[in-house]
Nanobody
Framework: QVQLVESGGGLVQPGGSLRLSCVASGSIFSINTRGWYRQAPGKERELVAHITSDGNTNYGDSMKGRFTISRDYAKNTLDLQMNSLQPEDTAVYYC?????????WGQGTQVTVSS
């Protein structure tokens, strides 16, 4: 079993920055993919970014150039640096981990971008 706990969400003004973190614990294998999805009210969940165990990254189109995903293998942490935030980035952000064809999810953290 794997547990994921997110932190770092909150309220930020347009143009501001936030850093999300996700700590994983439990039975974590060396080969996995970790990432972030987000879901805004009335919208489908969408990919924010993911990173494989060999460091390959992929971003959603609207996140490219603004968001940066990174992971610390020793600490089992996953970070998402979000810059130039806009109101349309408002959503609940979910951390996930995929290993052995199974997905694990965190409880989500709210990010609100508003003046």
């Amino acid at each position: 079993q794997v547990q994921l706990v997110e932190s770092g969400g909150g309220l930020v003004q347009p143009g501001g920055s936030l850093r999300l973190s996700c700590v994983a614990s439990g039975s974590i294998f060396s080969i996995n993919t970790r990432g972030w999805y987000r879901q805004a009210p009335g919208k489908e969940r969408e990919l924010v970014a993911h990173i494989t165990s060999d460091g390959n990254t992929n971003y959603g189109d609207s996140m490219k150039g603004r968001f940066t995903i990174s992971r610390d293998y020793a600490k089992n942490t996953l970070d998402l640096q979000m810059n130039s935030l806009q109101p349309e980035d408002t959503a609940v952000y979910y951390c996930y981990l995929r290993q052995t064809l199974r997905d694990y999810w965190g409880q989500g953290t709210q990010v609100t971008v508003s003046s």
